[in-house]
């Protein structure tokens, strides 16, 4: 492949990678638009070869989405990573109890309120006073210092989307079973 030809393949790439929602999906498309160019007569080729590829990798991506939308029900819920077993679930709760312990006490109020308690945050905006989208960044503020809190002094298995699944442990000092955080005095407050 000459320069050219590896500057539009790189471009092109770039452009399917805009519409699609994964990485693995944009390789699909651009090695359909590939084959496509490939089994295209060199006698049939159009005379703006570039905004040919572009048109079949437009259509190429409108096959990949219809493709998803005729999917089995039964495919999608397997290609679903599985929800952490009970266990699991105990041992991250085991890490956020004393994570949550050690952050600001208004912030834990909120995460306590919202997460656990499950109150509606446009109620507690009311009741604190606040303006909804002023509560809700408050909130987002909090969950991210404790999912840093989290990341620093736990050891846990993300799903692909980097959200907690399966199993917890803690750190370095702390002890070995993510349940003894709380004796340990891993977190934040211990640091």
């Known amino acids: 492949m000459?320069?050219?030809?590896?500057?539009?393949?790189?471009?092109?790439?770039?452009?399917?990678?805009?519409?699609?929602?994964?990485?693995?999906?944009?390789?699909?498309?651009?090695?359909?638009?590939?084959?496509?160019l490939h089994e295209a007569d060199a006698g049939a080729a159009p005379a703006s070869t570039p905004a040919w590829l572009r048109s079949v990798a437009r259509r190429a991506i409108v096959d990949l989405h219809r493709?998803?939308?005729?999917?089995p029900a039964g495919l999608a819920q397997e290609l679903e990573p599985a929800a952490p077993e009970p266990e699991e679930r105990s041992e991250l709760a085991g890490c956020l109890a004393p994570l949550l312990a050690g952050l600001d006490p208004d912030e834990r109020e909120l995460l306590e309120r919202v997460d656990v308690l499950g109150?509606?945050?446009?109620?507690?905006?009311?009741?604190?006073?606040?303006?909804?989208?002023?509560?809700?960044?408050?909130?987002?503020r909090a969950r991210g210092r404790l999912r840093q809190a989290l990341l620093a002094s736990c050891v846990v298995e993300r799903d692909t989307q980097g959200r907690p699944s399966g199993a917890a442990s803690c750190r370095g000092a702390c002890a070995p079973s993510a349940s003894d955080c709380a004796d340990t005095g891993c977190g934040p407050s211990s640091a």
Not at 67 to 71: G, H, L, N
Not at 119 to 140: C, D, I, N, W
């Open 119 to 140: 109150a509606s945050q446009r109620e507690l905006a009311r009741e604190l006073g606040l303006s909804e989208s002023g509560l809700k960044s408050r909130v987002q």
């Open 67 to 71: 493709a998803r939308a005729r999917a």
């Open 2 to 36: 000459n320069a050219p030809e590896l500057e539009f393949r790189t471009r092109l790439a770039s452009w399917i990678a805009r519409r699609v929602r994964s990485r693995v999906d944009a390789e699909d498309v651009l090695q359909t638009v590939l084959l496509r």
